[in-house]
């Protein structure tokens, strides 16, 4: 677990800590931005690493998926695995307080201490700049919808 001065950031191994991953991802992406029950929970749950950020007072604020990505679309030129970032949630009272930042950066340092190479993620055009600051760069330019919602394909160099 790593741990700031408000916050900790650890992996969500056990059922009920995936599960406070969940409620979290359906109060910001089923609720809040209207993506369907079935678009938000897919195939990949089961292969996929969960985080959880808590905060000082031990209550679930923000989560994240990763998994490994085998099949990046288009030829970027990309040797060496792949890891993808996914719903990637934090809840409206802690947005602006740089924990979705710090939870990227831990992920992103674990996945190159498990050996990937790459980090990829499918980020909404609204967030773009964000994930830019992260130093992810978009490699291709045309939006697409997901989910009702534009995203942008972004890719970093761990």
Do not use: C
């Not at 900790?8 to 209207?34: K, S």
């Not at 938000?40 to 996929?48: C, I, M, N, W, Y």
């Not at 830019?132 to 009702?148: C, M, N, R, S, T």
């Amino acid at each position: 677990m790593n741990t700031s001065s408000t916050f900790q950031i650890q992996l969500a191994e056990t059922p009920d800590l995936r599960r406070e991953a969940m409620q979290i991802r359906f109060q910001v992406f089923v609720e809040e931005q209207g993506v369907s029950l079935e678009e938000e929970v897919d195939a990949f749950e089961d292969q996929s690493q969960h985080w959880l950020v808590r905060n000082g007072f031990g209550q679930a604020i923000a989560t994240m998926r990763f998994r490994e990505k085998t099949d990046v679309p288009g030829s970027y030129g990309i040797k060496g695995r792949v890891g993808k970032m996914e719903r990637v949630a934090v809840l409206p009272d802690y947005r602006g307080a740089g924990i979705g930042r710090q939870l990227m950066i831990h992920v992103a340092d674990a996945a190159k201490k498990q050996g990937f190479d790459y980090v990829y993620l499918h980020g909404q055009v609204q967030s773009q700049g964000f994930y830019e600051k992260l130093g992810y760069v978009v490699i291709d330019k045309e939006p697409f919808d997901e989910a009702g919602i534009l995203h942008v394909k972004m890719m970093k160099m761990l």
